[in-house]
């Protein structure tokens, strides 16, 4: 089954329409608006014809029984597509949104200032930093690449003096 988590029944986010009638008679459409996982607003529609032999045959209720058999289809064609697409139809608004299923993108809300005031930063005591050191042992690490960067011999490439003017370092 596919997965709709919606407050209401899903027939009441369609948009009914009906386009100016032929000769052949009488069509209509349902769409059901959704937002896009990239926030952009997109619709599925569903058209039908109701054909003016059909609608004497049917009588005066025509336009209502084909809306009913219109909107029982759609919602079929609705439930396969998220179903083959693997994605879920969800919302409180009055668009719903549509994303790949467990991925449902939840709203933030703004943080008051006044309530998150005076409070400070999570930090462990004993985490390490970035090259390894201790929080608390910045003047050790600050020493060691100094002492690396002047050369003295604790590792730091020595510079050669016997290249030729008109040549590169890499040759």
């Known amino acids: 089954m ?15 329409a009906e386009t100016t009638p032929t000769r052949n008679g009488r069509r209509f459409s349902i769409t059901l608006p959704y937002c896009r996982p990239d926030g952009r607003l997109d619709r599925l529609q569903w058209w039908y014809h109701l054909s003016a032999a059909k609608e004497m045959a049917l009588g005066d209720s025509a336009s209502e029984t084909m809306r009913t058999e219109a909107i029982e289809r759609f919602i079929t064609h609705i439930e396969r597509w998220l179903l083959n697409t693997r994605q879920d139809l969800y919302g409180n608004g009055s668009i719903p949104y ?13 943080v008051d ?7 400070e930063p999570n930090v462990e005591d004993d985490s390490p930093d970035v090259d390894g050191a201790a929080p608390g042992d910045e003047s050790e690490a600050t020493a060691a690449n100094e002492a690396a960067e002047s050369g003295d011999g604790s590792g730091a490439t020595p510079e050669s003096g016997h290249r030729s003017p008109n040549r590169s370092a890499f040759g």
């Open 2 to 16: 596919a997965s709709i988590d919606l407050p209401r029944a899903l027939q009441d986010y369609f948009a009914f």
């Open 98 to 110: 549509v994303s790949a299923e467990g991925n449902r993108v939840v709203g933030s809300s703004q």
């Open 113 to 119: 200032p006044a309530i998150s005031q005076g409070l």
